[in-house]
């Protein structure tokens, strides 16, 4: 009967949660179909990396960038998309901020999410970020509404979006890309 019990623990007591909800890969085709990526790396100066955390209200923990441009077949910028991972609570998560040509949100898609799942915001949510751009609304109790339950996930999720708005803007000097 003892064996039992570990087996019981292991099926009841083990995390159910997700880790990886999508691959960064996947996610690029979903943002820009048919477009031709690129990944760059771009490395930011001091002054840089200081104005997009001052822009952006939070720390830019690397000032090497990795980016993802997009283009269509006639070469024309379909826009970029950034990944940006944070911790949540206590665990990390890792979201693809998907920035049009104008360099405003078109898409946030969640890669992954360590967090049990019930901390995750639904799918829809996600969706009030489609054409933000980085302005004082950009916030919690503003234009972004809070979620009961996933409080923490709404703030690092706004908080993540408006470093990125703020690191491309300090890329391409305003906040419409180039």
């Not at 898609?109 to 302005?135: I, K, N, S």
């Amino acid at each position: 009967m003892r064996r039992v019990v570990p087996i019981v623990w292991l099926l009841v007591g083990a995390p159910s949660w997700a880790t990886t909800l999508i691959t960064v890969d996947e996610a690029l085709k979903l943002a820009f179909p048919g477009g031709v990526i690129e990944r760059e790396t771009v490395f930011l100066t001091e002054e840089q990396r200081l104005t997009a955390e001052k822009e952006g209200g939070s720390e830019v923990s690397s000032s090497i960038v990795t980016r993802f441009s997009a283009k269509g077949e006639d070469a024309v910028a379909l826009g970029w998309a950034y990944l940006d991972t944070h911790r949540v609570r206590t665990l990390p998560e890792t979201l693809m901020i998907v920035l049009d040509p104008n360099g405003t949100v078109r898409h946030v898609e969640v890669v992954t999410f360590r967090e049990p799942l019930e901390y995750m915001p639904r799918v829809g949510w996600y969706e009030q970020y489609r054409g933000q751009e980085l302005d004082d609304d950009l916030a919690i109790k503003r234009d972004i509404r809070p979620v009961t339950g996933a409080t923490l996930t709404a703030r690092a999720t706004t908080e993540a979006v408006r470093r990125v708005l703020a690191v491309h803007k300090a890329i391409t000097g305003s906040g419409v890309g180039r």
